[in-house]
């Protein structure tokens, strides 16, 4: 059975860090360009940070660098998103996304911020940063 599952997520302070997962099962992550995706209430979905699997090159949104990281752990077919120093404006719905096609970071980032589009997606998990 294939399947891409999140964890993750919750009620954070401001400043409070959290790590989003995505484990896959059923196909192999390492060929795969992963995405984190975001969308906020009344607002458009973004693309957080995308990670190539061809050369390992990572795209981040302004609004997130330096507070963001994308990692993959391709012997546990695990993807992850590390955010420290949370801010209020970070709260949203996050969702992962892997695409087995050849494309860029920029592209998938960028270009089609919307995860239902790529092979695998994850359910979604609310990540809510209030004090």
């Known amino acids: 059975q294939l399947q891409f599952v999140q964890s993750g997520g919750g009620l954070v302070q401001p400043g409070g860090s959290l790590r989003l997962s995505c484990a896959a099962s059923?196909?192999?992550?390492?060929?795969?360009?992963i995405g984190w995706f975001r969308q906020a209430p009344g607002k458009e979905h973004e693309g957080v940070s995308c990670?190539?699997?061809?050369?390992?090159?990572?795209y981040y949104a302004d609004s997130v660098k330096g507070r963001f990281t994308i990692s993959r752990d391709n012997a546990k077919n695990t993807v992850y998103l590390q955010m420290n120093s949370l801010k209020p404006e970070d709260t949203a719905v996050y969702y992962c996304?892997?695409?087995?096609?050849?494309?860029?970071?920029?592209?998938?980032?960028?270009?089609?911020?919307?995860?239902?589009?790529?092979?695998?997606w994850g359910q979604g998990a609310q990540v809510t940063v209030s004090s």
């Open positions: 996304a892997a695409h087995g096609a050849v494309t860029t970071v920029q592209a998938m980032c960028v270009m089609n911020p919307y995860p239902a589009i790529y092979d695998y």
């Open positions: 990670i190539s699997s061809s050369d390992g090159s990572t």
């Open positions: 059923g196909f192999t992550l390492d060929s795969y360009t």
